[in-house]
Structure formats: C-alpha cells, structure tokens
C-alpha cells in the first residue's frame, strides 16, 4: 500500500518538477529563436524567404557560408585524424600517469575561446618564443613564422579544442573492445592495418560518427577562435551574424544568417543520427581494466612515447606559451602586465580595470552555476521520474540550446527583449541567464543517469516509515546525488566563466566579462595590451583548469554522459 501511495505521489514528480525548466526554456531561448524567424523570414504576418534569398544572392555571404561549411570538415577530419592515436594508446595500455593524461586532454576542450585564440596568437606570432629560436639559426634575422591569423592557425586551435572529444568519445568503446578479436585476426594471417580495418573499425564506427558529429557541429558554430584567429578574410557564419548586427547594423541579414545556420546544424543532427543507427553494432564489451595492459619493449613503447610527446606539444605548448607572453613587456620580462590589471588605463576601451572584469566573470559565473544547477535538478528529476513520452519530449527540448551556437542565443536576446519591459535588454542579468541556458543541458546529461540509477525501493521504504516527498529526497535521495551535484556544478562554472559567444551580444559596456576583455585588449595596438590579453587569459585558463581538475577527482561515476 505505501509503495502504491508512493507511485501515486510520484505521478505528479516529473511535470511539476518540468516547470520551471520548461518556463525558462519557453522565455530565454524560444522566444528569442521565434524573434529572429520574425525578424528573418517574417513580413506583415506572413513567411518572407527574401532575406535568405538576399543573403544566397551575394557573393560575399555565399563565400562565407561556403568557408564555414569547409572549414568544419577540415577540422573534423583533422582533428580524428590526430586524434585516433591517442584514443588508441589511452585505450588500450597502461602506463605511468594515464589517469592525469586522461584529464589534462580534457582542459582544452572546456577552455574558453578567447583563452585558445590569444594562446595561439602568442604560439605563432611574429614575437612567439619559436621564432626567438628560428632567429638564433645562421642567416635567419627575423621569425618567419608569422601567422597567427589564417585558416592554418584557426584548423589547428580547432584541433586543440577537440581532441578531448575524440578520444573520449572513441576511445572510451575502444577500452571495452576484446582485443582478442584483433588477435584472432592476426592469428589467421591478416597484418595490423587488415586487422584493424576488418575488425576493430567496424566496431568502432558509431563512437566515430558520434565524434565526428560533434567535432563538426562545434566548427561549424565556432565563433571566438575564428573571430580572433580568423583575420578579416575568414569569416565564418557567426563572424557574419557578428559584423551585420554591430557594424551594419542589418537585422533582417543577420537573421537570415542565423536562420541558415540553424537549418543546417538541423540537417547535420538528423544526418549523423540516422548514420549511428545504420552504422550501430551489437556486441559483448568488457570491462577496461581487463583490456589496458602495459606496452611491450620496443615498437609499443615508442608509439606511446611519441604520442605523449605528440600531446604536450599540441596541448601543453600553447598553454605554456600563454603564460610566458602574459611576462613580456616592453622593458623585457617582468609582472608589468600583470600589476597593471587593478588600472583603467587612459584610452582603453574598457571602462573598468581588468580586476573589475575579473570581478564580473565570477560573479556572473556563480549565479548561471546556480541556475544551471537548480534548473539541471529539476529536469533530471522531471526526465526521470516523469513516465511514458512526457520524459522524453521534456528531454529532447531542453538539449535544442546545446544544438544551437551561442552566438544565435545572444543575437536572439538582442532582437527579443528589444522593447520588453523595464529595458530588459539593458539588464546585466541577461549575461548569467544566457550562459545558465548554454550550461543546463551539461548539468542535466551528467545529472540524469545517476537519478535514473537510484532505487525507488529506497524512497519507498522512507514512505512506509513516514515520511514525506520531501523528507525522503533530503535523508535517501540527496546524499546518493550530492558528488553528482558538484560535478555537475564544475561543468556549470568552467562552461558559463568562458562563455564568449552570447556574452558578447549582451554585456554591458561597463560590466564586461573575462573573455570580453580580452577581446578588447587584443583589438588594441601595443605589447602591453598584448601582455594584459595574456594575464587575464592565463587567470581564465587556471580558473577553468581548477574546475575540472575538481570534476575529475570527484567523478568516479560511470554513468555521467560528459
């Protein structure tokens, strides 16, 4: 009887607890996703395609469409390409330190964008470190690497970026594949290219479209590594949608723009997901720990130390060349740059010292955590105690803004709240809610599996002792969910303290963020402006490393999907 009165209860569980996300969602993001349709495709109430057809009928917007649809294989392709190997040797050896490989790879892949674009900046500009060597060569008087704004330095930020997800992603199947299969291949005469061709790849096609998949669509939306790195000849559509709004001033263009955009990302979704469900093999996995072993003498050492080399120097390089830029001033090394945070210098476009940026990145940092966090909780709940098509629909709706580029959000927040109420577009909170709607969909997917995971036979037995909905989920349910709930809230503040892409349409002159004044800093002239890009950078990239490296030293829990 009290197990039934319990189910009873919880029959109204999942669609009160959908509420408030699906209120949220309704306000900040279909709201602003309908005011851009209006605004790009509608004309006195009815569907007007004249401004897509004005956008598919210039020659400069189509090379722009053109550039970001190539640019977004190139990096896909790129990034599996060097990737697969390291997926391969975390996946299948055991060696001293993979645990901390395993979460180094993961720091790119959360750092902000501007943070990536100005490492980059430092690595292959005129004034890197690599060209001070090159200069030391016989009959070399200036670094001739020099090209820190192109589509070379954009593919390879791009590969940076990603490489996390690619040997996440496929190599977290690779460590449960039976190597055993492989040897019966070789067993029969087949060489270790034929056998993994034959055998393995087959197997792991679904964890590569998966990945491809993902890699494609984070290219294809990219926005502050191509905004920084990109140069004025490389413009993607989120550069575009950038340039119409706040230089041209074109609303019906940029809306255009983004109505493209959210077509083919559309488009690619259902691709890829119809590829994976061809592509899906049914097969018996084992555990991980009985597939690494350590590499043998000789060739597999080599290929594993050739792939560690080849990780600190695409990872760790950029990174350490961020820090040792953000030391140089115009007297040499020094912490110039960084004593200079706590001023407003005479003629820079911030109107507040970099401290105050700093301040404001925090600050708006913690309230999108905690309304990622509460917004996350209440739909994990809905999605997992909500029975039949109602979990599902809540589900699928509250992924559409991690399917939708950030820029989009933040152009949508523009045209909605344009003649809202109390000028709500002015409103400095629209910097934490947007990156809170970009950050929910990661607090649910790592909140999910563990609440769908948790017996009800506990909260049962909580019922027939007496008490009540809300008893039990403090004394059973929230220590279960607790550890989930600080991983979860990691993911929230390394995604919203880094967040560019809307932030960029909506902060206020006088309350900008971390990444925004960076990206002033770098559009300005000088080596001290150069070197305060670095500082602040280097303070986001420890910000964002200290989050998860708290992730991963708290989740030890397999069923988190990030």
Do not use: K
Not at 92 to 99: A, H, K, S
Not at 317 to 322: F, K, N, R, S
Not at 365 to 380: F, Q, R
């Amino acid at each position: 009887m009290a197990g039934h009165r319990a189910g009873q209860g919880g029959r109204w569980v999942g669609p009160a607890c959908a509420v408030g996300p699906l209120l949220f969602l309704a306000v900040f993001f279909a709201w602003p996703v309908l005011a851009i349709l209006d605004t790009g495709l509608g004309a006195g109430g009815r569907v007007d395609f004249g401004p897509v057809g004005e956008v598919l009928g210039d020659r400069e917007l189509r090379r722009v469409l053109w550039f970001t649809v190539v640019q977004a294989i190139a990096s896909t392709v790129l990034t599996l390409v060097l990737a697969l190997p390291g997926a391969w040797v975390l996946a299948r050896f055991d060696f001293p330190g993979r645990t901390l490989v395993r979460a180094a790879i993961t720091v790119p892949f959360v750092l902000p964008t501007v943070v990536v674009g100005t490492a980059f900046v430092g690595l292959l500009g005129a004034r890197s470190p690599i060209n001070g060597l090159l200069e030391l060569l016989p009959g070399v008087s200036e670094g001739p690497l020099a090209f820190e704004q192109g589509i070379g330095a954009v593919l390879l930020a791009h590969v940076f970026f990603n490489y996390a997800i690619v040997v996440r992603t496929v190599g977290g199947l690779w460590s449960h594949i039976d190597p055993r299969l492989e040897e019966a291949a070789r067993a029969l005469g087949a060489s270790p290219w034929q056998a993994f061709r034959e055998v393995t790849l087959p197997l792991l096609r679904p964890a590569i479209a998966a990945a491809a998949s993902i890699v494609f669509l984070f290219t294809f939306t990219s926005f502050g590594v191509v905004l920084i790195l990109g140069g004025p000849r490389w413009s993607t559509i989120e550069v575009e949608i950038r340039r119409q709004t706040q230089f041209l001033f074109d609303l019906p263009v940029a809306s255009a723009l983004a109505v493209i955009q959210m077509i083919m990302v559309g488009a690619t979704l259902v691709f890829w997901s119809r590829y994976q469900r061809r592509t899906a093999v049914r097969q018996q996995l084992r555990a991980a720990g009985t597939v690494a072993r350590r590499p043998r003498p000789g060739r597999e050492r080599w290929l594993v130390g050739a792939n560690l080399i080849f990780l600190l120097l695409l990872l760790g390089a950029p990174l350490i060349v961020l820090v040792e830029r953000s030391l140089v001033t115009v007297d040499g090394y020094g912490l110039g740059n960084w004593r200079a945070l706590d001023e407003t210098r005479r003629g820079s476009t911030l109107f507040v010292s970099p401290l105050d940026a700093v301040t404001n990145s925090l600050v708006a940092a913690v309230l999108a955590t905690v309304m990622a966090v509460v917004l996350g909780l209440l739909a994990a709940l809905a999605v997992t105690q909500w029975r039949g098509r109602g979990a599902a629909t809540v589900d699928a709706l509250l992924m559409l803004p991690l399917g939708t580029s950030a820029v989009t959000v933040g152009f949508g927040f523009l045209v909605a709240f344009d003649d809202a109420p109390l000028d709500f577009r002015g409103s400095w909170l629209l910097v934490p809610i947007a990156q809170a709607l970009i950050a929910t969909p990661f607090v649910v997917r790592t909140l999910t599996p563990v609440l769908a995971s948790m017996q009800i036979r506990l909260r049962e037995a909580a019922a027939v002792l007496g008490a009540g909905p809300l008893r039990a989920w403090r004394e059973v349910d929230f220590p279960i969910v607790a550890r989930a709930l600080l991983v979860a809230a990691g993911f929230g503040f390394a995604v919203s303290i880094g967040e560019f892409g809307a932030t960029n349409f909506v902060a206020r002159s006088d309350r900008p963020t971390v990444p925004v004044a960076i990206f002033r800093f770098l559009g300005q002239p000088g080596v001290n402006n150069l070197g305060q890009a670095m500082a602040l950078s280097t303070i986001l990239m420890v910000l964002t490393t200290v989050a998860v490296l708290a992730i991963e030293r708290l989740r030890d829990l397999e069923g988190s999907e990030f």
